[in-house]
C-alpha cells in the first residue's frame, strides 16, 4: 500500500532510508538526515512525502520537495525527486517503482509542472525522465548529463524553463 507519510512513520522511515543507503555500497549515508531537515524546511510539500506499507510495516519511501529552475532574471517552481529507498529485503519487488509513479501522479495532481532527479541513466527514463540539459536546465554541481534528469508532468511545461536548479539549502546541509 503507498500512502502518505504520517507523523507517527518518521522513526520507521529513517531505518527504511538507513538501511536502503547502506546496502547500496555508496560512501555517503547521511540520507535520512537529509529527510528529516527537509521536513523542517519550505521546500516540503507532505503530500509528497509518501510510504509504501506492507503488513503494517514501511518498507518504501519517496520524497518530492521543492525546487527552483532559474537564471538572475526568471526562476519556475519545480520538484526535487530524492531520495527514494527500499528496504534492501524488499528491493526488486516494484516497490521503488510504485513508490514514484504514486509521487509523480500526484505532483501532477497538485499542479506542479516538473520534476528534477539525480540518478540512475538506465532506471529514471522508464517514468519518463530525460537529460535535463536537453531543455538547457542545469545541476548546480558536477555530474555525468546523464545522470541529471527532467520529466514534465504536463505538455509544454519545459518550453520556457532552462537555467540552473536551485535546491533547498538543506541539500548542502551537513551531516555531521
Keep these: 500500500m503507498i500512502r502518505s507519510e504520517q507523523h507517527k512513520d518518521y522513526k520507521q522511515v529513517e531505518r527504511v532510508v538507513r538501511r536502503a543507503f547502506e546496502a547500496s555500497g555508496q560512501p ?7 529527510v528529516g531537515r527537509l521536513r523542517s524546511s519550505v521546500a516540503f510539500v507532505p503530500a509528497l512525502s509518501l510510504v509504501a506499507e506492507k503488513d503494517g510495516q514501511v518498507v518504501g519511501h519517496v520524497l518530492f ?3 527552483q ?10 520538484l526535487a525527486l530524492a531520495p527514494v529507498s527500499v528496504l534492501p529485503e524488499y528491493q526488486n519487488q516494484g516497490i521503488g517503482s510504485r513508490l514514484i509513479e504514486t509521487g509523480l501522479e500526484r505532483a501532477r495532481e497538485l499542479g506542479f509542472a516538473s520534476v528534477v ?18 531543455y538547457g536546465v542545469r545541476a548546480p554541481f558536477k555530474v555525468a548529463p546523464e545522470n541529471f534528469m527532467i520529466v514534465s ?13 536551485r535546491y533547498a ?8
Design 169 to 176: 539549502p538543506e541539500f548542502s546541509e551537513s551531516c555531521d
Design 28 to 34: 555517503y549515508h547521511h540520507e535520512h538526515a537529509l
Design 117 to 134: 532527479v539525480l540518478g540512475h541513466s538506465t532506471y529514471y527514463p522508464r517514468f519518463g525522465f530525460e537529460p535535463a540539459e536537453r
Design 65 to 67: 520537495t521543492r525546487i
Design 153 to 165: 508532468l504536463r505538455a509544454g511545461a519545459l518550453a520556457n524553463v532552462q537555467g540552473m536548479v
Design 69 to 78: 529552475i532559474g537564471n538572475d532574471s526568471t526562476a519556475v517552481e519545480s
